[in-house]
């Protein structure tokens, strides 16, 4: 089985793949203004992509992760799902959405062929969900993830950026949440991007303050899966979820690093916050590119660095997280 391994000896199988730029929140964090198209070439069509996760395949990826700005925009991401699903060696296919659309859309993604699902959520709150998000939607997408909790998936995950001053006091109302519904809660500490430096310092919360509560509490770190997303995951004997930490700014963040990142357009990043990325769009129009794919995946490869260059204050060319799919 093929396998990519960068110069520090790190494997990735698993791939984050954006379908679009466009999102139809303006989440405090990410597109305040809410997202504006600039007028540049089209996101990568169904062939596309078909063609470029069947190169990842034939690399070593098995786990493909469906991301934006927000997939379910795309009428065609039920599509894009069977595409990904019937690709020899793809054995996991997540997708990560702001739920909005959950309600009319899980069961139809579920029969496609999708396996795990994380969904944006941000605060327990409907009134606090509403001023992070921009939307007063909290009624469908808890809705929605009650419907995927019944529909078998392997995992249903849900991830609330850590926000100081706006649902940084919501640890008890999640541990109520969590107690009788088998789901992971993923908290995510703010990171510096582009376009959000003033917001960043008036917000920033240290994520490993938050998991020193959940030692204190009781709760356990668990063992990761190779294929797993950066989370340290908790559990705690009372309690049927879980509770999972992503720290970018811990020590030792990148040395686990086992995923690449395509945009929506079609460039490969080492790096959710590297300095450059790489055309793969060229290699995605005949299947007789395929080995050339392979062959500049594999190249590029001994390009990824150690680490990000955040503590730095270097967020490399990521203007907002939503250009990239976190």
Partial sequence: MATLVDGFGRTFPYLRLSLTEACNYRCSYCLPDGYQAD?????????EITRL??????VGMRKIRLTGGEPSLRKDLPSIIAAVSATPGVQKIALTTNGCLLPRHVGIWRDAGLTALN???????PARFATITGHDRFAEVTEGVEMALGLGFAAVKLNAVLLRGLNDDELPAWYDYLRERNIAIRFIELMRTGDNQAYFERHHYRAEA??????????TQQARAPDAGPAREYAHPDYRGRIGIIA??????C???NRLRVTARGDLRLCLFGDFGIPLRPLLQSDADLDALTARIATQLGLKAAGHGLHQGNTGITPHLASIGG
């Fill in 255 to 257: 040395a686990g690093c």
């Fill in 53 to 58: 996760v069947r190169g990842f395949a034939a």
């Fill in 119 to 125: 969904v944006s959520l941000d605060s327990l709150n």
């Fill in 39 to 47: 007028g540049r070439p089209t996101f990568l069509s169904l062939d």
């Fill in 210 to 219: 938050l998991e020193q509560q959940l030692v204190d509490a009781g709760w």
């Fill in 248 to 253: 970018p700014y811990s020590k030792d963040f």
